[in-house]
């Protein structure tokens, strides 16, 4: 079992969360610009890190808050946790 | 290395069975081959049989950082069917079907592919009806697939609770007659035997490190036991794609998960057919020994760790208990993770890349111990001839950058969700 520290609700089970996937995933700054290989890059492309990783989880079971977890994905170790909203992505 | 026979049965029977050979040779990598397939699962194997047996290679090396069929292979719950509902994966899983039914023979060896029939239970009347129009598109692609009802369910699967009381009464189903199980071990067996007498150079602990390439595409491969050159690379290493993928600079649409299986302790026959159920999702079947053999859901969440985590553990055993209370006595003997490949649309892709002379066989989602032979099938004819066979086309990672995303659930680029 995943314990994830909420920054609001302190350290709670994994099954209260709901997945959001790659942090790190920009959409295309000026979107009307962007040509067809930029939007395959943020639709589909990912880098799948075999280690840290920065990734999205909604609280869904507590504050609801979106919250910005960094997790190596071999060792499961949760190493940051923070309030999306501030941590400015 | 004797043919498999009753004849031979009985020869080797007469010497106490002493003078059976190694079903397949332990070579040394030699300085460079014609092609070479980095992953020792049933793909890469089956790719390699395929490429001598079809396409007349046989200078060929499957290169494989641990043992055969130490992967997926020998992790999955052995389901084969072909029951989808897009044109493209209708055709490619359906060829492997036919594929399956000859394939003990084929290899001599026997895979016990057993055509139990696979049933998808339906718990409401719109469920059905979606059944209902995969099962059309089934047949219009001239695949076997029956619409049932409830009482048609409860003749083919009694043990099973199909009552208006349960928690998740059934509606109904759809059923794919020919559909079944296999023996996940002896798939890997029999194609690299069958391969090794073809003349294939099977090297296992050889884990490929990088991959060297010039102006003119790939031109070989760093292992553990040193270079060895090629102009012709394929991979086939399921959760693993876009590590390798990343050796030669390419990224892909393609996110590592975990899946998890278990099984019960052996008791008598009591499931003759797979029944899947997937509003909540379970999958289940009884294998030869007797153990009920269950999956679910991947965990949800990007994982290169081969073990998973008690909640979906919790989660197949109570959908379990859903459909037959009966078997609440049951102890879970044992459970197991493997991490596959999850692609944004949620199907495979399989032919050409970018990178001349490299190609890709990966993004297998939770379906890839059925594609076994499809994909060996089409892997080699992609490998030999540079171009991907018709049932691959479709298949091609271009896709993705071609608008023509293959989303049998229409699920969205979301790789933990399909
Ligand atoms: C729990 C579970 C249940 C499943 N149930 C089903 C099912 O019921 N039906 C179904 O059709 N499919 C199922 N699947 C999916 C199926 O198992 C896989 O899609 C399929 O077995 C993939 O075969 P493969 O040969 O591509 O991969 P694998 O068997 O995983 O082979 C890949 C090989 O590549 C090797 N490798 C990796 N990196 C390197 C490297 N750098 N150098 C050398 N070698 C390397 C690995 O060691 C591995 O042996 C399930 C999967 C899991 C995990
Ligand atoms: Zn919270």
Sequence with gaps: MLLIPCPHCGPRAQTEFSYGGDANVARPPAPEDADGGTWVDYLYLRDNAKGGHDELWQHIFGCRRWLRVGRDVVSHEITSCTELAESGA | MSHYSLANLVRHGLTGHRGWKPAWRDPAPQAGYDAIIVGGGGHGLASA???????GLNNIAVL?????????????????????LLDANAHFYEHGMKLWEGLSRDLNFNVMFSQRGVINLAHSKGQLETFRRRGNAMRLNGIDAELLDRDAVAT?????????????????????????????????????????RRGVDIIQNCEVTGIRRDQSGVTGVETSRGF???????????????????????????????????????????????VTFGAAHLYVSQSDKGELVMGGDIDGYNSFAQRGNLPVIEHVAAC?????????????????GGIMDMTMDGSPIIGTTPV??????GGWCYGGFKATPASGWVFAHTMATGQPHALNADLNLNRFHQGRVLDEKGAGPYPWLH
Excluded: C
């Excluded at chain 2, 001349?356 to 066989?361: D, Q, R, V």
């Design chain 2, 320 to 336: 379990l208990l859903a459909l037959f209370p009966q078997f609440s006595r049951l102890r879970i003997l044992r459970t197991w």
């Design chain 2, 156 to 196: 083919l699967v009694p043990g099973m609770d199909v009552s208006a009381n349960s928690r998740f009464p059934v509606e109904g189903g759809l059923l794919q007659p020919r559909g079944g199980t296999a023996r996940h071990d002896a798939v890997a067996w029999g194609y690299a035997r069958a391969a090794d």
């Design chain 2, 64 to 84: 494989e950082k641990g043992w055969l069929g130490g992967g997926n292979t020998g992790r999955n719950t052995t389901i084969v069917r072909s029951n989808y």
């Design chain 2, 228 to 274: 060895i050159a090629s102009k012709r690379i394929g991979l086939a290493v399921a959760g693993h794609s876009t590590q390798l993928a990343a050796m030669a600079g390419l990224r892909l649409p393609i996110e590592s998960h975990v899946l998890q299986a278990m099984v019960s302790e052996p008791v008598k026959p009591v499931l003759d057919t797979v």
């Design chain 2, 49 to 55: 049989y395929y490429l001598a047996k079809n396409h």
């Design chain 2, 356 to 361: 001349p002379g490299l190609f890709l066989n």
